[in-house]
């Protein structure tokens, strides 16, 4: 019998608890062995709740507890998280985690300390909710040199930016919704601003290349200045619009972004909407692979955890190693990076158009006094330098290719 631990009863820990139990038979089956949850710590009571008999107030009592082997710390925040994590692995206890802000700022100390202790700490469900993509990067293509990584990691803004194309609805009034039907938080800062995928695909990229990726070395803009105007060009171009978390390896550099992109029906990310998440990853041998599905939610997210968890059981005593270095992983700028850009300016003039940025391709103007086009492919540099020396530029936003 395998005895675990619960950190935080929220919506992820009660969803852990919901899944080792209502899968339990099916889990000892393929483990060879039972899980128990020995304890859930929770600073609330839950009055008559099937909880309420293994709930513990003090992590003490967990850590001090030579029986329990593996704890679940979905909690989320930094603290106390940060501090029950390190204590727990220093113990010897695996620890499997949806907290993707912990894993970004401290991934690389957690690992080195669990594998100094002989145990684990996992955290598949930090990106992509019940998507398995950190084991697929971390160990099924451990092989490849990865080109590149592309993925819509946030469910809230893709769910509302599919609103937006599929009902011609403004952001403000979509992003209303989202949050009276609870897709999207009170705050909803760090998703429209790209601070989620941000931390996702630092990640994911962290993990394709073994070293770490800084947070904030991470360009990063958000879907707050998408309109419906935009969108309505996107017919034209038999393309739609989506937040990109995105990493490349090229030419012996590497790059990382978080942006919205145009992306034409040929990308099978196309058509990946509402709040569901998908990331494609191309390595150098394998090509190009996909993986999809629920980027949040309580079973989805649990799932993933739980997974950990079986991971985590199945290698008691031995810690897996996962190449993610301390070192910083030298992130060059976008501002090389060679690409087209749907343009929307304040003139009709095609003539002046072309002076500013070059040969375009135009397309059929929707609103008065503007005109929409794409541009060739030029560095960001180059791009944003005319733009502003144009100074009629209505929205810009990176086509995919
Ligand atoms: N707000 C996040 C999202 C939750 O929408 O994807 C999952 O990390």
Request: net charge negative.
């Amino acid at each position: 019998m395998i005895k675990a631990a619960i950190l935080g009863f929220g919506t992820v820990g009660s969803g852990v608890f919901e899944v080792l139990n209502q899968n339990k038979e099916m889990i000892s089956n393929k483990l060879g062995d039972e899980i128990e949850v020995k304890y859930v710590l929770d600073l609330r009571e839950f009055e008559g709740e099937p909880v309420q008999k293994v709930l513990v107030h003090d992590i003490d009592v967990i850590l001090n507890d030579p029986e329990v082997s593996i704890v679940c710390e979905t909690m989320g925040g930094e603290r106390p998280a940060y501090d029950f994590t390190k204590r727990a692995l220093e113990k010897g206890k695996s620890v499997c985690t949806s907290n993707k802000e912990l894993v970004e700022k401290h991934g690389p100390e957690l690992l080195q300390i669990a594998k100094a202790h002989n145990c684990n700490y996992q955290f598949e469900a930090s990106v992509g909710g019940g998507i398995p993509i950190i084991r697929p990067l971390a160990t099924s293509l451990s092989q490849e040199d990865i080109l590149s990584i592309t993925g819509i990691l946030n469910g809230t803004t893709n769910y509302i930016l599919s609103k937006m194309e599929k009902e011609g609805a403004d952001f403000d009034a979509v992003l209303k919704k989202a949050q009276e039907h609870g897709y999207a938080e009170r705050n909803p800062e760090a998703d429209v601003c790209g601070y989620d995928a941000c931390r996702k695909i630092s990640i994911l990229t962290s993990l394709a290349y073994g070293k770490n990726v800084n947070f904030e070395d991470i360009y990063t803009e958000g879907i707050t200045e998408i309109t419906t105007q935009d969108f309505a060009y996107m017919k034209q171009l038999s393309a739609t619009i989506k937040l990109f978390g995105k990493s490349m390896h090229q030419d012996g550099k590497y790059y990382a972004m978080v942006a919205p992109f145009v992306v034409t029906e040929e990308n099978p990310l196309y058509s990946v909407s509402g709040v569901f998440n998908a990331i494609l990853v191309k390595g150098n041998m394998v090509g190009e692979t996909m993986y999809y599905g629920k980027g949040a939610g309580k079973l989805a997210t649990a799932s993933a955890v739980v997974a950990d968890v079986i991971d985590c059981a199945k290698h008691l005593g031995k810690h897996i190693y996962v190449k993610w270095d301390d070192e910083k992983l030298a992130v060059s700028s976008i501002e090389n990076a060679n690409r087209r850009f749907f343009v929307r300016v304040s003139t009709t003039d095609h003539a002046q158009v072309e002076k500013d940025f070059g040969k375009v391709t135009f397309l059929d103007s929707l609103f008065e006094g503007e005109c929409g086009f794409v541009t060739e492919a030029m560095p960001e540099k180059t791009f944003f330098e005319k733009a502003k020396a144009a100074g009629n530029v209505i929205s810009r936003i990176r086509m995919d290719a």
